[in-house]
């Protein structure tokens, strides 16, 4: 049996070797002038007045794969949400707060709206400049959990309702899925930028849908970085066994 898989492996990887080697020999020359995609790429962007291309390619060219992404990482987290919910043998064990020192506070509640705005303005600027809903979903989650390290776990819980943020991260999913309807809808095909006006190049309201797919992969990053957080830290600092932490 175990020589039968390996000679299944040995013809799997000798025959993605070989198409591995095939497309590399048909690359053009490192530092050549010639970049078929990239060229179709910024011209597309351009067409549908995207000003940032990489949201162009993410949101709109091809946003049907950055649909299976989020679906990936959706996946994730609500496996990790079940592996560690709370089991029959654990309890919960209020936390006590911590003395916290001072610079470590004041630095963390100042820092904490700046990061925020932060991740809100790359989350909302995606279609303009460099950024866009992944990293700014990340940025504005982790925002939220500098009150964690300059107050509190309690108070960290009072920003962060569980259920808001969950019921959030569904909804964006479904909102990217709608959008994708629609467009069906509409008579184009799935995910299409064709719904919305195209707008004015290089302003807020430019790239058709593109805003609004990055602003649902923002709000569906954001909620589920909080989720997964929430869970691990609950383990951490919450959950504890029967007989013992």
């Known amino acids: 049996m175990n020589r039968l898989r390996l000679a299944l492996l040995a013809v799997g990887g000798a025959g993605l070797a070989a ?3 095939a497309g590399c020999l048909d690359l053009p020359g490192f530092g050549g002038k010639s970049h078929p995609y990239g060229t179709r790429a910024v011209h597309a962007s351009l067409t549908r007045h995207t000003a940032n291309t990489i949201a162009s ?4 060219q091809r946003a049907y794969d950055t649909l299976g992404e989020m679906s990936i990482m959706f996946a994730a987290v609500l496996g990790c949400v079940v592996l560690l919910r709370q089991a029959r043998d654990e309890h919960r064990e209020q936390p006590q707060p911590a003395e916290v020192a001072r610079p470590v506070r004041r630095y963390a509640l100042i820092v904490l709206p700046v990061a925020l ?3 809100l303005y790359v989350i909302a600027h995606g279609q303009l400049s460099p950024g866009g809903g992944f990293q700014g979903g990340v940025v504005a989650a982790t925002a939220l959990h500098l009150l964690y390290l300059g107050a509190d776990y309690h108070a960290l819980e009072r920003v962060r ?6 019921t959030s991260d569904a909804l964006a999913v479904s909102a990217y899925l ?3 309807v629609a467009g069906v809808l509409g008579g184009t095909a799935f995910l299409a930028n064709t719904l919305l006006p195209y707008g004015t190049f290089n302003t807020l309201s430019s790239g058709g849908a593109v805003p ?3 602003a649902a992969i923002g709000i569906e990053v954001a909620s589920a970085v909080v ?3 929430a869970n691990f830290l609950d ?3 919450e959950i504890e066994e029967e007989h013992g932490s």
């Open 19 to 21: 198409l591995l080697v």
């Open 57 to 60: 390619v993410n949101f709109d």
């Open 212 to 214: 609004l797919l990055n």
């Open 227 to 229: 989720v997964l957080l």
């Open 178 to 180: 709608m959008l994708g």
């Open 161 to 166: 309702p569980l259920t808001v943020f969950e």
């Open 235 to 237: 383990q951490a600092v």
């Open 117 to 119: 705005v932060t991740g």
